[in-house]
Each structure stands twice: as structure tokens, then as C-alpha cells.
């Protein structure tokens, strides 16, 4: 198993462009998430999906938008990117009863400008 | 307001001691509360779980206490070697809510020959 994986490991985006970041997990896991860490600072959740078709906003949604058309893929789209998108993004993963572990990828950092 | 703290101040310790990191919360009412390692450029891993109605976990040289009336987690290594440098990350499940967690923001451990 690969586990989470996310594209591009890299990215520097100009004001005003847009970015679709990729996370994909082959666990078979329900849930999925995307957060964001800013130097010295926690994961904050961006976004949030207990299945295919079901996504909800977590603490930081602003400026970003998701969709969950199958169980293995959790894309994350930045429309508009602002510099204070500028961050660390880490998709994860979970089979979902309470309690499992957080799968999480290896991150994708981003730089906007 | 909901707070989790955990020490912004890196922990030096030397090669064979326990270290001891401590996760403090306010205002939660958690379920359960795990600890995470995260290797610099790399996503978090999940270490440990412990569960609201459990004192104390263990697992090889790691060990959890959690007391819900001081509202604190203690997360010791033992045996401590350079090859667990690394920040860990306490986070919390609340009651409900889905399977969501909020992180702390780390305390890096350094341990040193």
C-alpha cells in the first residue's frame, strides 16, 4: 500500500491564481481531511469528508473548496490563492470508527507571491 | 475559549533519560486524545491513543497518562535516544463531532549523545 499520497510535493503559485492540490488514499478509508500548518502553529482542518459525495467545512475554510466524487481521491482546489494561503497542506486519512489513527501524506508546500 | 497548549519551548534531554511532554486543554470535554511524532518535511505519524475513562497507556518505550480533572496529557519516552528527535503533537477528539481532531501546536524534542 502507498498509504496517502499527495501532489505536487511544491508549488509557488502568483497572487490571484488558482491550484487544485491532489490527495489520494488507497486504505479503503471513509474519511478524509485536509489541514493546514503554518510555521510554529497546530494542523488546522480545512475541510472534511466522511465518504463519496459528503464533505463538510472544518475550522479554516475560507478561500478553498473540496469534492469527494470517489472514496480514494479528496482534491483540495484554491481559488483566487492569497499569500496567506501560503503554508504547509497535509491531506490524511481514516477508516473512520472512533478512535482509528490519522493516515496522514507527506504534505504539499505552497508559496504564494 | 477552546485551548490546547503544549510547550513552544524545544526539550533538550540527554541520550538514556525519560523525557516527559505535557499536552494541557481548556474548555474540551475530549473523548479521546492522541500523540503524534512529525519528522521535519514530513506529515505526522500516530503513536498513541488513550481514551477519556483510561489513566495510563503504554507501548514499548512510550507511555500516556491522562487526567481529565487537571485537563492534561503526559506523554514520556523512556530510554530517550537522538533517533526519537523529532516534535510531538497532542491532539484531541471532542465528544461528538464527528471523527475530528483539534492539534496542538508541538514541542520538539531534542535528544542529545
Known amino acids: 500500500n502507498a498509504g496517502v499520497t499527495q501532489t505536487p510535493k511544491f508549488r509557488i503559485l502568483k497572487i490571484g491564481q488558482s491550484m487544485t492540490l491532489q490527495c489520494t488514499q488507497d486504505?479503503?478509508?471513509?474519511?478524509m481531511y485536509w489541514y493546514r500548518q503554518d510555521p510554529g502553529m497546530g494542523l488546522k482542518l480545512i475541510y472534511y469528508?466522511?465518504?463519496?459525495?459528503?464533505?463538510d467545512k472544518g475550522e479554516v475554510p475560507n478561500g478553498y473548496n473540496v469534492s469527494r466524487s470517489t472514496t480514494e481521491d479528496f482534491p483540495l482546489r484554491l481559488e483566487l490563492a492569497a499569500p496567506s494561503q501560503t503554508s504547509v497542506y497535509f491531506c490524511?486519512?481514516?477508516?473512520?470508527?472512533?478512535?482509528?489513527?490519522?493516515?496522514f501524506g507527506p504534505g504539499t508546500r505552497l508559496t504564494v507571491t | 475559549s477552546q485551548k490546547i497548549e503544549q510547550n513552544s519551548e524545544a526539550l533538550n534531554i540527554q541520550e538514556g533519560k525519560t523525557a516527559t511532554l505535557t499536552c494541557n486543554y481548556t474548555?474540551?470535554?475530549?473523548?479521546?486524545l492522541q500523540w503524534y511524532r512529525q519528522d521535519p518535511g514530513r506529515g505526522p505519524v500516530f503513536l498513541l491513543l488513550?481514551?477519556?475513562?483510561?489513566k495510563e497507556k503504554r507501548k514499548e518505550r512510550l507511555k500516556v497518562t491522562f487526567d481529565t480533572t487537571l485537563k492534561q496529557s503526559l506523554f514520556h519516552i523512556t530510554a530517550s535516544q537522538p533517533a526519537d528527535s523529532a516534535t510531538y503533537l497532542c491532539?484531541?477528539?471532542?465528544?461528538?463531532?464527528?471523527?475530528?481532531?483539534?492539534f496542538g501546536t508541538g514541542t520538539q524534542l531534542k535528544v542529545e549523545l
Open positions: 490524511a486519512s481514516t477508516p473512520g470508527a472512533s478512535g482509528n489513527a490519522q493516515y
Open positions: 491532539a484531541l477528539k471532542l465528544t461528538g463531532g464527528g471523527n475530528k481532531l483539534t
Open positions: 474548555n474540551y470535554s475530549p473523548a479521546y
Open positions: 488513550i481514551r477519556e475513562n483510561e
Open positions: 486504505m479503503n478509508h471513509n474519511y
Open positions: 469528508s466522511v465518504g463519496a459525495g459528503i464533505t
